[in-house]
């Protein structure tokens, strides 16, 4: 079977850091683009963050850009996002996504459960 | 900035109806428009990529249509199962999000 599942989510002040991790099963985790996309509370889907197979590309929205790093452990089939001097507006359920990529977009055809994350003192 | 807008935000309908949900492009992306379908504590799902292509397993009742920038995502006949949010998304860029509940 085909599996995402992300772990890591907590409670956290503003301005502390904390590292979700997303455990990939049932296919070839190195050969696909990976994503992180979240949904704040009330609000829809926003992308965070991409990264490619091997780790050498990576992408970040505008909100992140400077604070969040993502990365991958291939040989443990694992996708990362490190969240760093985090803000009452990173709160979210935190999803990530497997990508197929074509031309000048992609879609993603496996996604997690999500964890969630909550910054408030 | 590139934009997607879906419209409406909320739809209320009926088990049986037929509804129709819209997404504009702010910029022609042909007909790479990708549907996807959220529930509140689970995954979203992949409806529909390329615009008009259904995944597998997804109910025949689902369809979507479009080009440029104007695009649609129809359900023939509502079913129980199928009142959730729904997001078009090109590239790195979501739709704001429909609503669907039940009338």
């Known amino acids: 079977e085909v599996k995402l599942m992300e772990s890591g989510g907590t409670l956290v002040q503003p301005g502390g850091s904390l590292r979700l991790s997303c455990a990939a099963s049932?296919?070839?985790?190195?050969?696909?683009?990976m994503n992180w996309v979240r949904q704040a509370p009330g609000r829809g889907l926003e992308w965070v963050s991409a990264?490619?197979?091997?780790?050498?590309?990576?992408f970040y929205a505008d909100s992140v850009r400077g604070r969040f790093t993502i990365s991958r452990d291939n040989s443990k089939a694992t996708l990362f996002l490190q969240m760093n001097t985090l803000r009452a507006e990173d709160t979210a359920i935190y999803y990530c996504?497997?990508?197929?990529?074509?031309?000048?977009?992609?879609?993603?055809?496996?996604w997690g459960k999500g964890t969630t994350v909550t910054v408030s003192s | 900035d590139f934009q997607m807008t879906q419209s409406p935000s909320t739809l209320s309908a009926s088990v049986g109806d037929r509804v129709t949900i819209t997404c504009r492009a702010s910029?022609?992306?042909?007909?790479?428009l990708v549907w996807y379908q959220h529930k509140p504590g689970k995954a979203p799902k992949l409806l529909i990529t390329?615009?008009?292509s259904l995944e597998s397993g997804v109910p025949s009742r689902f369809s979507g249509s479009g080009s440029g920038t104007e695009f649609t995502l129809t359900i023939s006949s509502l079913q129980p199962d199928d009142f959730a949010t729904y997001y078009c998304?090109?590239?790195?860029?979501f739709g704001q999000g429909t609503k669907l509940e039940i009338k």
């Open positions: 049932g296919f070839t985790f190195y050969s696909y683009n």
């Open positions: 390329k615009a008009s």
């Open positions: 910029q022609s992306i042909s007909t790479w």
């Open positions: 996504a497997r990508r197929t990529d074509y031309s000048s977009t992609y879609h993603m055809d496996v």
């Open positions: 990264i490619d197979p091997g780790a050498g590309s990576t």
């Open positions: 998304q090109y590239s790195d860029t």
